[in-house]
C-alpha cells in the first residue's frame, strides 16, 4: 500500500469529479482544482464525493481550489482530466510551482499530449525534471451531474500509459498501480499516442448523428448512434490509424480488439461489438454539435495522426474526410489549431528519431532544443 | 392547347407516376414504361392514376408496358423520370426504336445526363437527330406509395431546361409549356447541370443524419433533418457550386434563392429559408442509408461538379468530404462509377469548347466524334 503518495486531480469535469472521488474513497490524500471557482462552489461545504453505478462510495477531498499554486504542492502525482485543448496552457500555469520529480499524467493525452506538454515545461523552466506521462485513454466511461457525484458506467480491464522520459514508465506504474491496477506500460507516448480510440469513436458518430444530436432529442450515442453504415466509417478510419501503427512500428490492436480488451466487449464486427458492450449502455449523446467530440478529438486526435501519416507518406481518405466535414460544421480550421507533427516537432525525423524524442522528450538535432537545453 | 401531342413517360417511381398522371389529366395521351413489369401490375386494369396533394384528379394512360419499343413509339416526348445511374442504359434501349425529331427529357439530368444520353444516342445510331433535353430538377416534390396514385407535395414555380442542340431549347418549351409553364429556358446544358440542387440537398443532410436513418426511426427529411449545423454544410457546398459555375460563366443562384425562387420560401440563411419552405413539410427521410440521395446525387451530381472543378484549378473540401465519406459508407467507388469530366468529354477543352459541346453535342476536334459523325 502506498497511502502517502499525495494526488492533485486536475478538472472537476466528468473525469476528474470520478477521479478525486476514487482516490480519495481509497484513502488517498486528494487535492481537486478546477480553473472556473464556481463549478467548485457544491463541493466547498462538505468537500465529499459521492460514486453511483459500478463503483459505490464516496471520498473526502483534502483540498478543493481553484489556485493552482495551492492544488499542486508538496502532492506526488498531478492528474490532467482537462480537455487537450489546455494541456498548454495548465503546464504554462503549473510551471513556476512544479518542483522536481512531481509527476504529471495527462489522463488521457489524445494524440500527443505528453510531447507538448513536456515541450511546453521545457521551456518555461529552461530544464526539466518532471515527469510527464500520458494514458491512452481515460479510465473510466462516466457522467458527472455536478461536482458532488459522478456515476460510473464502467472502468476499463486495461489501460496503456507510458512517460517522458520512457525509462520511467515502471516508476510511475509503480506508484499508481496500488489504486489503479488496469494501468499498463506502453512502449513510449507515440503508441499511447497512436492507440487513442476516442479519435475513432467521438468525432465521426457525432458529425453522422449531427442532425439527430442538434434536434436535442436524447439517444444512446455508442449503441444507438453507431449503427452499421457508422461502424463501417470508423473500421475506415480504424485501419488508417493502425497503418500509421504499422509504419511506427507500434503495437496496436483495431478498435473492436480494444473494445473487448477494455470492457469485454465481442461481436464479428465493430458494429456487433459495440451492441455487446454494456459499458455503453445509457451513455447519451452530446447535447450540442459544438462538443468536445469535435473540438477536442478533431484538432488533439485526428489532425495529428492525419500530420503523421502525411509525414510517413500514408493516405488517409476516411480520417480526412471527417476533419473536413468537421471543420465545416464547426467553422473552425482544426488543422491550422491543432496538433501538427510540425508543432510535435516531429517534422523531417526519421522513425527512429520520433521514437527517441518520444521516449526523451528531446532530441539534440533539434536546435530549439539545443538552445533551452543547455 | 397542343392536345395532339402524345408524351410517353419512363420509369413508374415517385416522379413518373405523378407525371404519367397529371398528363393524362390534363387531356395527353400517355405512355407509361417501367423496367419491371411488376411495379405496373396495379396499374393493368383500370390504367388510371389518381392523384392528391396540391394537384387533386385522376388521368387514365393510353398504354402501360415493359415493352420500350412499344411504349416510344409514335409519341413525340419521352420524359424520363429514372435515376441518373440508368440514362445510358436506357438510350441504348431506345436507341433502335427512336425516329428522327422525337424529344427525349430528361427529369432532372443531373449533372451532365443530356450530354451522356445524347453521346450515348450518336454511338448507338451513328447519326443523331433526336432531340435531348435536361430538366435542372423535378418538377414535383412527391411522393407515391403505388403506381396507382401519387401524393404531389408541390409543385416548383420554376425549371430550368435547356436541349441538345441548344438551338432547340426553346422548341421543346414551346410544346410542353402547355402543360408545364413552370419550365424556362437555360443558356444550355452546363447550366442545368451545374444549378443541380439535389446534389447539394441530397447526399450532406442524408450522411449527417446516417444514424437517425439507420436506426428506421422516421423523420422530416428537410424540416428536421437540416439543422443549423447541417446547413452550414450545405452552403459550404454551395457556395464551392456556385464558385464552379462562375468560372464556366453560367447563371446560378445559390440553394437559398433557389428555394425562393422555386418553392416561395424565405429566410435569411439556408437553414431558416429550409423552415420556411411549407413544400418540404411531410417529406420523409429515406428508409436506409443505401438511397438514391446517395447512390445517385454522389456520382452522378456531385462527382462530376468536382471533376470539373479540378479541370478549372478549383478546390471544393466540403463537397469531396462529402464524396469521401459517401464512398466509405456505401461501399462504392462513386468517382469511378460516376460521370467524371472525362467521361463527359470536357477534358482539355476551354470553357467556350465546353459551351460548345454543351450546345452541340459534339465538336469537331474530339476524334470519336469525328470518327462517328461521318
Known sequence: MKRDIKYCVIGAGNGGVAMAGYLAMMGYSVNLYNRTHEKLIPLLKEKTINLT?????????????????????????????????????????????????????????????????????????????????????FIYAVRAEDATQAHIFKSKHEVSLAAIPATKTDYVLELINDVYPQFTPAKDILETSINNYGAIFHPAPTL??????????????????????????????????????????????????????????????????????????????????????????????????????????????????????AETIAGKEFRKIGRTADKLGLEGLSIAEMHLLARQGRISKKRYFVEEVV
Chains 1, 2 share one sequence.
Open 53 to 137: 453505478g459500478e463503483v459505490t462510495g464516496s471520498g473526502k477531498l483534502d483540498k478543493v481550489t481553484s489556485d493552482i499554486g495551492e492544488a499542486i504542492e508538496n502532492v506526488d502525482v498531478i492528474m490532467i482530466t482537462i480537455p487537450a485543448v489546455g494541456h498548454s496552457k495548465i503546464a504554462k500555469e503549473m510551471a513556476p510551482y512544479l518542483k522536481d520529480g512531481q509527476i504529471i499524467i495527462l489522463n488521457p493525452g489524445r494524440t500527443g499530449g505528453a510531447l507538448e506538454v513536456y515541450e511546453t515545461l521545457l521551456r518555461e523552466r529552461k530544464r526539466n525534471n518532471i515527469i510527464v506521462a500520458e494514458a491512452q485513454t
Open 208 to 325: 453522422l448523428n449531427s442532425g439527430h444530436i442538434e434536434r436535442g432529442m436524447p439517444f444512446d450515442y455508442y449503441m444507438e448512434g453507431i449503427t452499421p453504415s457508422v461502424a463501417n466509417v470508423l473500421e475506415k478510419m480504424d485501419s488508417e490509424r493502425m497503418e500509421i501503427g504499422r509504419m511506427l512500428q507500434i503495437e496496436t490492436v483495431s478498435a473492436m480488439s480494444w473494445l473487448e480488451d477494455s470492457y469485454g466487449g465481442f461481436g464479428r464486427d465493430l458494429y456487433e461489438t459495440v451492441q455487446n458492450t454494456p459499458a455503453y449502455r445509457g451513455l447519451k449523446a452530446p447535447g450540442t454539435i459544438q462538443t468536445r467530440y469535435i473540438h477536442e478529438d478533431v484538432p488533439y486526435s485526428l489532425v495529428p495522426m492525419e500530420s503523421i501519416a502525411i509525414l510517413l507518406g500514408i493516405k488517409t481518405p476516411a480520417i480526412s474526410s471527417i476533419i473536413d466535414i
